[in-house]
């Protein structure tokens, strides 16, 4: 079993930065796959960002060339750095592990783009 729990949301700017953070109870070096959700109020949870085991990462098409996703293994953290973010981008986001057979989830937390 896994904790996660995320830091570094808050009230930003359109066009400004956030760099969120995950930190795991335990080793993330044999997770498979470790990555960022978002929710916006009225919509489903969506898939931003995910790394694997390898390090390959993947992004949803909303996010390419502005998001960026890393895993420190030493640190037991996986990072979301955010650039540019748009008002469209206000959400409430989570940490999720992937492995065999298990999902855990972190509690959120929120990020809101706003002038």
């Known amino acids: 079993q896994v904790q996660l729990v995320e830091s570094g949301g808050g009230l930003v700017q359109p066009g400004g930065s956030l760099k969120l953070s995950c930190a795991a109870s335990?080793?993330?070096?044999?997770?498979?796959?470790m990555g960022w959700y978002r929710q916006a109020p009225g919509k489903e949870r969506e898939l931003v960002a995910l790394?694997?085991?390898?390090?390959?990462?993947d992004y949803a098409d909303s996010v390419k060339g502005r998001f960026t996703i890393s895993r420190d293994s030493a640190k037991k953290t996986v990072y979301l750095q955010m650039n540019s973010l748009k008002p469209e981008d206000t959400a409430v986001y989570y940490c999720?592990?992937?492995?065999?057979?298990?999902?855990?989830w972190g509690q959120g937390t929120q990020v809101t783009v706003s002038s």
């Open positions: 999720n592990a992937h492995e065999t057979g298990l999902v855990y």
């Open positions: 335990r080793t993330i070096f044999s997770i498979p796959s």
């Open positions: 790394i694997t085991s390898r390090s390959s990462t």
